[in-house]
């Protein structure tokens, strides 16, 4: 299934001297397609050029590419589609250039086929030995740099553990490898504070607006490893994977929240 458009165009070429490639310089979206549609495609567009100023340079989807990305999603019943932009080629070392021309690469994949089991009966997360840094600056952006995210993921993993659960220096509990973490119990949900290190994804928005409209008490901040144990429920959630029930952390279990089916079944995000 795999297809690639750079700027527009299919199979072009990228320049090995682009800034994506050499630094890391630039973001990325992971878009779930339903339908033929990709949901909360304003909401992707609009982190990533919020995630461009924050890095120093311009962006705006134009046109032209919103058009090609309802293109590309039209035929496809399941997908992700992964939008990447960086600051282009040019300026001397790390120095960027005074003028940005903008590289954008839109690229189309299958869901991998576990997450509908994921979905379906819930997952085991084991605690990672690697330690996300502390970096405010690019916290809750998805940039290109995530070289912590390929240490994390390069550790050997029990086969009784399906992800990793992700803490920062401090021991507080940040995200799984990929995805957003929420913690329930009673009519309380916490959710870690995004302020330090981590990805504010799409749908964990999403999903805290639902929460809210369901009644819960929202809690967003800091989130310690030892107080997991005091909580009923627990879930993830990002673009592709929707909403998926934690069974385990660690030695500490977990029922199903009451929600994950209404979610899922709200937001197209069933497999």
């Not at 962006?59 to 293109?71: A, K």
Request: aromatic letters at 8%.
């Amino acid at each position: 299934m795999t297809q690639v458009w750079i700027n527009g165009e299919i199979d072009n070429q990228l320049d090995p001297f682009d800034r994506g490639l050499s630094y890391g310089d630039g973001l990325f979206a992971t878009m779930r397609v339903a339908d033929g549609c990709p949901l909360f495609l304003s909401q992707h567009l609009k982190r990533l050029s919020q995630g461009a100023k924050r890095l120093g340079f311009h962006w705006e989807p134009q046109p032209s590419l919103i058009e090609q990305i309802m293109q590309v999603a039209k035929p496809h019943a399941q997908a992700c589609l992964k939008l990447l932009i960086t600051r282009g080629a040019g300026g001397r070392g790390y120095a960027p250039p005074s003028a940005v021309t903008v590289t954008e690469v839109l690229s189309v994949h299958a869901i991998p086929l576990h997450y509908s089991s994921w979905q379906q009966q819930g997952i085991a997360l084991k605690t990672s030995p690697v330690l996300l840094s502390s970096q405010p600056r690019l916290a809750g952006v998805k940039h290109l740099n995530r070289l912590e995210q390929v240490l994390i993921k390069s550790q050997h993993l029990d086969g009784d553990y399906d992800d990793w659960l992700v803490l920062d220096a401090n021991s507080r509990v940040i995200e799984s490898s990929m995805a957003n973490i929420f913690c329930v119990k009673g009519n309380q949900v916490v959710t870690p504070a995004i302020s330090h290190s981590g990805v504010s994804g799409v749908m964990r928005e999403q999903v805290i607006y639902e929460l809210i409209e369901l009644g819960l008490d929202i809690n967003v901040g800091d989130l310690a490893y030892k107080q997991l144990a005091t909580f009923d429920q627990i879930f993830i959630t990002n673009s592709l994977l929707g909403v998926v029930d934690i069974n385990r952390i660690d030695d500490i279990s977990f029922s199903k929240a009451d929600f994950s089916d209404r979610i899922r079944e709200k937001y197209q995000l069933t497999l």
